[in-house]
């Protein structure tokens, strides 16, 4: 069974195109997260939903759109790829901070989008 | 704001050596603190976590850390480092609005035979 799920595992695409990122969890959590991780392996956060509601958008340029149709689900959809956007992207779940503090982010396996 | 150093992007460890890693960071609210593993083409794996009370953490795979709040520190270490722990290992915090990681810049450990 896996907790956190991303598909495709790999993009290979031309810049310009769009292209979309799906991310599904199945350990019952509220919240779930964007993080991307550059070519040096630093990892810096995106987005973040709770119950479907945007609760983190860090300074990402808005060709970069997240979509949570329910609390299991995050999507990343990315128009006009840019060769600067050749990264790995993670999906993370957790509960709500409301539920208790320092919740752990459980992350999926990571979607590698490269542009040409 | 908070931030994270870790000191020393690749460290090299004999098998049964001592792993050290070190994290250092900076927060103006008590700090949640994280460590994850990556293993090569993989995702983010919590090895253990402060939040609370006792400082001493242990972690899995035979991980601890230690919470030193007058050093602002939460270093890593394993006693006999196994060729399985060859990884990229990622220090973090939280403590803010919606719960986000701010992570360490990773350091890579090499394990020799």
């Known amino acids: 069974d896996t907790a956190v799920s991303q598909t495709p595992k790999y993009l290979v695409t031309q810049m310009g195109n769009d292209k979309s990122i799906k991310c599904e969890q199945n350990?019952?959590?509220?919240?779930m997260y964007w993080y991307k991780q550059d070519s040096k392996k630093f990892l810096k956060i995106m987005f973040s939903?709770?119950?479907?509601?945007?609760?983190i958008n860090e300074t990402v340029p808005n060709r970069f759109s997240p979509k949570s149709p329910d609390k299991a689900h995050l999507n990343l959809h990315i128009n006009s790829l840019e060769l600067g956007d050749s990264a790995v992207y993670f999906c993370?779940?957790?509960?709500?901070?409301?539920?208790?503090?320092?919740?752990?982010?459980?992350f999926g396996p990571g979607t590698r989008l490269l542009v040409l | 704001a908070q931030s994270v150093t870790q000191l020393g992007s690749h460290v090299s460890v004999s098998e049964g050596a001592l792993v050290l890693l070190r994290c250092n960071y900076s927060?103006?609210?008590?700090?949640?603190l994280f460590w994850y593993v990556q293993y090569p083409n993989q995702g983010l794996q919590l090895l253990l976590k402060?939040?609370?009370?006792?400082?001493l953490v242990k972690g899995i795979n035979g991980f601890e850390a230690e919470f030193k709040k007058s050093e602002t520190s939460f270093h890593l270490t394993k006693p006999s480092a196994h060729m399985s722990d060859a990884a990229e290992y990622f220090c973090?915090?939280?403590?803010?609005?919606?719960?986000?990681?701010?992570f360490g810049g990773g350091t890579r450990v090499l394990v020799k035979p």
């Open positions: 993370a779940s957790s509960h709500s901070r409301l539920r208790g503090l320092g919740e752990t982010q459980y």
């Open positions: 350990l019952g959590h509220d919240t």
């Open positions: 939903y709770n119950n479907k509601e945007l609760i």
């Open positions: 927060s103006s609210v008590p700090p949640y």
């Open positions: 402060y939040t609370t009370g006792a400082t």
């Open positions: 973090a915090v939280s403590r803010t609005a919606g719960n986000k990681l701010t």
